[in-house]
T-cell receptor, first 119, second 115 residues
Framework: AQTVTQSQPEMSVQEAETVTLSCTYD???????LFWYKQPPSRQMILVIR??????QNATENRFSVNFQKAAKSFSLKISDSQLGDAAMYFC????????????????FGKGMKLTVNP | NAGVTQTPKFQVLKTGQSMTLQCAQD?????MSWYRQDPGMGLRLIHY???????DQGEVPNGYNVSRSTTEDFPLRLLSAAPSQTSVYFC??????????????FGNGTRLTVT
C-alpha cells in the first residue's frame, strides 16, 4: 500500500519570503500522480498543484512550484513571495495511475502541515 | 455549476443515533468518495464508488454504510453514532479515468460531533 509522509507538522514564514514544504511517499508503482492541496480555515480543500510521475519537468503554478525527485520519492512544494492568504493546512497526496477498475482514483493523503505566514 | 454539495454543514448527534450525510454532484462524475479528517491524521478514505450500483470500502469503513443508486448522489449513513465518529467529513468526486486532468473535486465538508 502507498503511504505519504509529511514530517513537519508546522512551519512559519515571513510575508514575501519563500518556504518549502516537504513530502515523501512510498510506492512500488512507476506511474502515478502527486498533488498538493491547501485547506484554509474555511475548511475548503483547494488543489494547489499536481505532477505526473512520468514527467521530468517540475510543475509550476504562479508562485507555487514543486521539486519532484522520483528516485528519492520526494515531492516538495515551494511557495515564493508568501502572502497572508497562503496561511493554511497543506496536504500532500498520492494517486495511482492504474486502471479505471478497482478505485484507482483514490487519494492517499499525508497528515498535513500547518503553515503560518507572519506579517 | 454547484460542483459537490454536502449537507448538513454541521451536525450534533447523541451516541446511538443514526443519520445520513448527503452528497450530490452535478458534474456527471462516475467516481465519488467519502473521507474523514481528524487532527494529525490527514484525510482517510471511508467508502468509494466507481459508478451507480457499485461501492467499495476504503481505509476506515467500520460504522458507515453507503449506497449509490444514481450517478449524482452518494449518501453516507451512520447507523449508530459513536464518539469516535466525531470528525469532519468530506465528499469528493472525479471522472472515472485516472487522469491528470481529472482531479478530485471536494465538497465543503460536514462537521459532525457525537456526544
Amino acid at each position: 500500500a502507498q503511504t505519504v509522509t509529511q514530517s513537519q507538522p508546522e512551519m512559519s514564514v515571513q510575508e514575501a519570503e519563500t518556504v518549502t514544504l516537504s513530502c515523501t511517499y512510498d510506492t512500488s508503482e512507476s506511474d502515478y500522480y502527486l498533488f498538493w492541496y491547501k485547506q484554509p480555515p474555511s475548511r475548503q480543500m483547494i488543489l494547489v498543484i499536481r505532477q505526473e510521475a512520468y514527467k521530468q519537468q517540475n510543475a509550476t503554478e504562479n508562485r507555487f512550484s514543486v521539486n519532484f525527485q522520483k528516485a528519492a520519492k520526494s515531492f516538495s512544494l515551494k511557495i515564493s513571495d508568501s502572502q497572508l492568504g497562503d496561511a493554511a493546512m497543506y496536504f500532500c497526496a498520492y494517486r495511482s495511475a492504474g486502471s479505471s477498475q478497482g478505485g484507482s482514483e483514490k487519494l492517499v493523503f499525508g497528515k498535513g502541515m500547518k503553515l503560518t505566514v507572519n506579517p | 455549476n454547484a460542483g459537490v454539495t454536502q449537507t448538513p454543514k454541521f451536525q450534533v448527534l447523541k451516541t446511538g443515533q443514526s443519520m445520513t450525510l448527503q452528497c450530490a454532484q452535478d458534474m456527471n462524475h462516475e467516481y465519488m468518495s467519502w473521507y474523514r479528517q481528524d487532527p494529525g491524521m490527514g484525510l482517510r478514505l471511508i467508502h468509494y464508488s466507481v459508478g451507480a450500483g457499485i461501492t467499495d470500502q476504503g481505509e476506515v469503513p467500520n460504522g458507515y454504510n453507503v449506497s449509490r443508486s444514481t450517478t449524482e448522489d452518494f449518501p453516507l449513513r451512520l447507523l449508530s453514532a459513536a464518539p469516535s465518529q466525531t470528525s469532519v467529513y468530506f465528499c469528493a468526486s472525479s471522472r472515472i479515468l485516472s487522469s491528470y486532468n481529472s482531479p478530485l473535486h471536494f465538497g465543503n465538508g460536514t462537521r459532525l460531533t457525537v456526544t
